[in-house]
């Protein structure tokens, strides 16, 4: 019982202790680990750009699906083979993944801008605020206090993998699609806690590869920035679907009129087509995320 109290008090007395200043107190990151972690956000920003501008060439040309999938995977794995002293070509190989990953998200986005450019807008202010929010939490927290998450987070990554492959064998339903959307953003959201104390630790023990740190943190970002869209888009729908109850089908285009009658989907009361196609836009994330060495 003694423990137990002991316990409590310690924990007692360090919640009483915190004020404004302990939010910036930073004494347990060393002010190299700091320089690193300035380096590496930087270049997770330019990454992020990159990945816009691969989407808006989607937008442009229609150049997103699988080969860019396959083409950001390749680049991902030929950035991780590439020795460290090989900077400015590790860089653009980053850049590269990060481009054509952000064509092959350029369908979902396409779709988002011509249903309303608010929910885009919306979904990666969102994204961005739970990144910035979860990334601070990690680093504010006591060393390595989240590093046990690794395990979980490994094995929920593997239940969402798994998930999807025998959706695609069996087929899938509306439920299976929501559990995998949910549970793979509190993955992702569980990544960024858990990425974030791991690059300070590997920072403090002398792993200062800014790179592969910032690949990281932006497979990370857009895990989440996906499947928050996402649900945006489906609360959209589910919205405008009840306003045509009496329908029993009818076209996305004739719900969203703005010319989505291009992508083709039919939309029934079950969101049949519509919910598959969105279901194979989780694909990419969850095999980058696997397909990045940790």
């Known amino acids: 019982m003694d423990s137990f109290s002991s316990y409590f008090q310690s924990q007692s007395a360090y919640g009483n202790s915190w004020n404004y200043d302990s939010l910036k107190n930073l004494r347990q990151i060393s002010p190299t680990v700091q320089s690193h972690l300035k380096q590496v956000y930087l270049t997770l920003c330019c990454a992020l750009f990159a990945s816009g501008v691969g989407a808006y060439l989607h937008i442009l040309w229609n150049i997103g699906g699988l080969l860019t999938t396959l083409g950001s995977v390749g680049c991902i794995a030929w950035l991780m083979s590439t020795p460290s002293f090989e900077e400015q070509k590790r860089v653009g190989l980053l850049m590269a993944a990060a481009l054509l990953e952000g064509a092959s998200i350029g369908p979902l986005i396409q779709l988002a801008v011509e249903i309303d ?28 206090e989240y590093l046990y998450l690794g395990a979980l987070l490994s094995s929920g990554l593997s239940v969402l993998l798994w998930l999807h492959f025998a959706s695609s064998l069996f087929g899938g339903s509306m439920a299976l699609f929501k559990f995998e959307l949910y549970f793979g953003l509190l993955v992702f959201v569980g990544y960024i806690v858990f990425d974030t104390q791991d690059i300070i630790e590997r920072a403090h023990l002398g792993d200062m590869d800014y790179v592969k740190h910032a690949l990281t943190l932006f497979t990370d970002f857009v895990g989440v920035f996906v499947r928050i869209l996402i649900i945006m888009l489906k609360n959209s729908a589910e919205r405008e ?12 285009g004739d719900v969203f009129p703005g010319g989505l009658e291009g992508f083709g989907h039919q939309c029934n009361l079950g969101f ?3 919910h598959e196609w969105l279901h194979d836009q989780l694909w990419w994330a969850e095999w980058t995320q696997l397909g990045d060495c940790r």
């Open 117 to 144: 450019p608010s929910i885009l807008i919306g979904a990666f202010v969102g994204c961005a605020i739970a990144f910035g929010c979860f990334s601070m939490a990690a680093m504010l927290s006591r060393r390595r």
């Open 241 to 252: 679907k009840k306003k045509m109850i009496g329908c029993e089908n009818f076209l996305i």
């Open 272 to 274: 049949g087509g519509w």
